[in-house]
Nanobody, 125 residues
Framework: QVQLVETGGGLVQAGGSLRLSCAASGRTFSSSSLGWFRQAPGKEREFVAAITKSGSVTSYADSVKGRFTISRDNAKNTVYLQMNSLKPEDTAVYYC??????????????????WGQGTQVTVSS
């Protein structure tokens, strides 16, 4: 069974930066794509970024492109989300997720079978 644990959330002023980490247990990490999603109050969970199993291909939502960077360290079973130039509209609970579609960067929640518990990111104006 896969377990994903996100850390690194918090309160930051607009324009600031945060780095989220997601540590995974289980032997499927290096063969899986990883994704970051977020969910604001009253809104649906939305795609933020994804990375293939090798780390060679990444994909971003238009709203975060150029500000966020996803990366992974397969030796540490960890995926990261570096968030720069944060805006109040980035406020949400951020989730990492694992997909068996290792060669792709899926954007749909339905392509991910394992999820973390989420970490809160709050950006003040």
């Amino acid at each position: 069974q896969v377990q994903l644990v996100e850390t690194g959330g918090g309160l930051v002023q607009a324009g600031g930066s945060l780095r989220l980490s997601c540590a995974a247990s289980g032997r499927t990490f290096s063969s899986s794509s990883l994704g970051w999603f977020r969910q604001a109050p009253g809104k649906e969970r939305e795609f933020v970024a994804a990375i293939t199993k090798s780390g060679s291909v990444t994909s971003y939502a238009d709203s975060v492109k150029g500000r966020f960077t996803i990366s992974r360290d397969n030796a540490k079973n960890t995926v990261y989300l570096q968030m720069n130039s944060l805006k109040p509209e980035d406020t949400a609970v951020y989730y990492c997720a694992m997909s068996g579609r290792g060669y792709y960067t899926p954007r749909s929640v339905y392509d991910y079978g394992d999820w973390g518990q989420g970490t809160q990111v709050t950006v003040s104006s």
